[in-house]
């Protein structure tokens, strides 16, 4: 489950400089007990990391999330943009990833200081005056409905067709591609997919907002043209289908959700608002189209 807090009155102490790791190095390795047939035996398992990473903002704490912390980088770019901090990548500066110890050793937190352009930082501290003593509406400290749903990027040209069996190739491309899932069973991941299904892009995290925010960063680092981009690509996502999902997708121009499980209402009347094709519980030669629609020369093919 993904947790935000506001870290104000409570800040975490000064450490050393963390060092990025890849997805598959956030694990830890504790001795448990296995009952299979009423037989136990002692064994080694790999559990996921999950920590809190406090995003700093040209050295004021914004919040906390509670995150796998590998892809750190991508992490701050993505929840930045898709929750409308910075527009575009050049708005971020720098930034410098701190870890945060407790006294006996152990690993508490890790900071990651975000250089940002003066004008976005004035918008953020304004938005942050405004909520101050305001009653919320209890949604990620937003103080009104308006506030809950973002402007999304208008789509520009033509947008990527999606077929039965592109999500089919995409769900078989995806599994080699999560290494944390392998080893821990507990993540899950956000992917870009083309129109064919090859999946080109992979992020991994045990909150599925935080996998979706490290797979945006990951594609403003590389330099993608949103403008021209999703004409042939989608997303695809191990989880549910929430609103911020959507939301997220929608912010970076994309207009395509594919998920694995079930998508909310709310998720379904935000994606019919924005013309989105959204499909849940997508499985191997089967899913449901909640908004939108698949290709039609792949559903002939498979009557």
């Known amino acids: 489950m993904t947790v935000e807090v506001d870290v104000k009155g409570c800040p975490l102490p000064a450490s050393s400089e963390w060092q990025a790791i890849a997805a598959e190095q956030a694990v830890s390795t504790l001795h448990v007990t296995r009952w299979r047939e009423g037989v136990s035996s002692a064994l080694p398992d790999a559990v996921a990391e999950e920590v809190p990473i406090a995003l700093v903002y040209n050295g004021i704490s914004h919040v906390v999330m509670l995150a796998t912390p ?135 995290d045990v909150g599925r907002h935080n996998a979706l925010d490290k797979l945006v960063g990951s594609l403003l680092r590389q330099g993608c043209d949103f403008s021209t981009f999703w004409a042939q690509h989608w997303v695809l996502t191990t989880s549910r289908a929430s609103y911020e999902m959507v939301q997220k997708v929608a912010m970076c121009g994309g207009q395509v959700l594919i998920a694995l499980s079930a998508p909310t209402a709310l998720a379904v009347n935000l994606a019919q608002e924005y013309g989105f094709l959204l499909v849940g519980f997508a499985k191997a030669g089967q899913c449901v189209v909640y908004s939108g629609a698949l290709s039609e020369s792949d559903a002939r093919a498979f009557r």
Do not use: W
């Not at 975000?114 to 009653?135: C, D, S």
């Not at 208008?154 to 999500?167: E, K």
């Open 70 to 204: 590998a892809d750190l980088e991508d992490f701050a770019y993505g929840f930045s943009f898709t929750e409308g901090i910075i527009s575009h990548r050049s708005q971020i500066y720098g930034i410098d990833a701190k870890a945060l110890f407790h006294a006996n050793g152990p690993l508490q937190g890790i900071e990651l200081h975000i250089e940002l352009a003066t004008e976005q930082f004035a918008l953020l501290k304004a938005q942050r005056r405004n909520l101050t003593g305001r009653t919320g509406c209890g949604l990620c400290g937003a103080e009104s409905l308006k506030q809950v749903f973002k402007q999304p990027m208008s789509a520009t040209g033509r947008l990527v067709t999606v077929s039965l069996s592109a999500i089919d190739a995409a769900l078989a491309g995806l599994k080699s591609q999560q290494p944390l899932q392998q080893l821990t069973g507990a993540t899950h991941a956000s992917a870009i997919a083309d129109a064919s299904g090859q999946v080109v892009c992979v992020r991994e």
